[in-house]
């Protein structure tokens, strides 16, 4: 069979059409049994069937890497660096000036780790300088590891902010001149999908000596997000992040894209197997290899391949196309939820004047997020997500307004635990597979719910940590999968069938 060309007229269809459990169905408060509107890929993307074939077949191959010598340590090996190439192409990053290393599970292990290296690198260069709109994992590695940071606040006013202030940006840069080690930012909002002008941030940023780390765990699977948008050079992100489980691969490892400059002549963050050139017994030497002198230890190779083809379909494809794809349903959301009746969007959604991807985050008057959320799942089989997303500043930002229109008591004892249910938002997030019935289904979910609000609010009951749960209704998680159960499935089907699962 001839292989795909690059870009086959059928393969994004093809594609959005190619994810493991989109015809996942469950049985509803009502009793109807219907497929799952999965309105959630902020959080975690579901998993795309071809890359998760590439990667059970390597498993036909499985060994571990750090050797060429035997056939499938040879085939492991190549695979893995295969998958460093594919991160690097992704973002058109020089792989003669940047490396690509994996780590951790998602974004939060190599900011971490950014965050220590690059503090260490210019100790004297003590100021972070971080977004106020950042997810706690672009956030809380600066607090503890960078020394002072420094919020760069957003444009406009709450509910309808907008991207980092250049202005103010500039400014703080200013006025602590040869002491800003660097600007971290994301390059969207996990909370409203607002983009940053990452580029224009890094030129500010390189102009004042200061290094620009950006969080793209957001963005990379919306739309293009190239090293540098010009080609200049002064325009180039030194850092990026990234979460393989945001990109249509569960299971797979976070990373970064970085600039090799940042990384040399330090200690590696992390020691162990595979980093080093040789080890004494009064000291050891590090490879001065990339990016192996970044990846202590056994790889998750299977994720990183699984994430590695992923990013080859993708860009296959064409993130342009995939980009306006998501822009014709974004609009088209925010359009009817802005039609109805006491909705709130945060976040400015004039798309003209502050860009947007796939992610709006919502309440409804008087109604809580915890009871919005329930009723579009237990109701509407809707998956999306409420609370304040590991994001709490810009949260709390975004909602100062109508919290302050509560008019709560502060003395009253109760007043915390009153204001609770209110301190959240309701958020819809797209994926490549999301399509028009998905959004049909939120909407006719919110119309529901707020035609018969009060008799959906005798259903549930509040917890102390505001979460609401249907007084007849339950879905145990263990009844619809448990690992063990699906274990005896397992096993009974090795047995009947002699040994062939």
């Excluded at 802005?338 to 004047?353: M, Q, T």
């Amino acid at each position: 069979m001839s292989p795909c060309p690059l870009h086959h007229p059928r393969l994004f269809d093809l594609l959005r059409r190619n994810f493991l459990s989109l015809d996942t169905c469950y049985r509803l408060a009502d009793g109807r049994v219907t497929r799952r509107h999965y309105l959630d890929s902020a959080a975690s993307t579901l998993a795309l069937g071809c890359a998760r074939a590439v990667a059970d077949e390597l498993l036909q191959h499985y060994a571990n890497t750090h050797s060429t010598l035997h056939f499938s340590a040879r085939i492991a090996s190549r695979a893995y660096d295969w998958a460093h190439g594919q991160a690097l192409k992704f973002v058109r990053a020089d792989p003669d000036r940047y490396t690509a290393f994996f780590a951790g599970s998602g974004c939060t292990a190599p900011l971490n780790r950014l965050a220590r290296v690059l503090a260490a690198q210019r100790p004297e260069r003590s100021v972070a300088l971080v977004s106020l709109m950042e997810h706690h994992a672009n956030d809380l590695p600066h607090r503890k590891h960078a020394g002072r940071v420094v919020p760069i606040p957003l444009t406009g006013a709450a509910p309808a902010l907008g991207t980092v202030d250049l202005t103010v940006l500039e400014r703080l840069l200013e006025q602590h001149r040869g002491r800003v080690n660097y600007v971290a930012v994301s390059a969207a909002s996990n909370v409203t999908g607002i983009i940053n002008p990452v580029h224009d941030i890094a030129a500010l940023a390189h102009a004042h000596g200061a290094w620009v780390v950006v969080d793209a765990s957001q963005h990379l699977a919306h739309a293009p997000l190239p090293i540098s948008d010009t080609g200049a050079l002064e325009r180039e992100l030194d850092a990026v992040a990234f979460s393989g489980h945001k990109l249509y691969a569960p299971g797979s490892p976070g990373g970064a894209i970085v600039r090799r400059t940042l990384l040399e002549g330090g200690e590696p963050d992390e020691v162990g197997g595979g980093m080093v050139e040789e080890v004494h017994p009064s000291d050891y030497r590090v490879t001065a290899r990339f990016p192996d002198r970044e990846e202590a230890g056994t790889p998750n190779l299977l994720g990183a391949v699984q994430l590695g083809a992923a990013l080859n379909a993708l860009q296959r494809v064409g993130m342009e196309r995939i980009h306006a794809a998501e822009q014709t349903l974004l609009r088209r959301l925010l359009a009817e939820l802005a039609s109805v009746p006491g909705a709130r969007i945060y976040g400015g959604f004039d798309l003209e004047r502050t860009p947007r991807l796939g992610t709006v985050a919502f309440n409804l008057d008087g109604l809580e997020h915890g009871l919005v959320a329930a009723v579009l799942n237990d109701y509407h089989n809707v998956a999306v997500r409420n609370g304040c997303f590991c994001a709490h500043p810009y949260v709390r930002e975004l909602l100062k307004p109508e919290l302050w229109e509560l008019d709560l008591d502060p003395d009253a004892g109760d007043a915390a635990a009153m204001l609770k249910p209110w301190q959240g938002m309701v958020r819809a997030s797209l994926g490549l597979y999301t399509v028009d019935e998905d959004i049909d289904a939120l909407l006719a979910g919110i119309r529901d719910l707020l035609a018969r609000s009060d008799d959906y609010r005798a259903l549930y009951v509040i917890d102390a940590d505001g979460d609401f749960h249907h007084r007849t209704f339950h879905a145990p998680a263990e009844t619809l999968f448990d690992p063990e159960m699906a274990l005896d499935r397992a096993l009974a089907r090795l047995s009947a069938t002699g040994g062939v699962l």
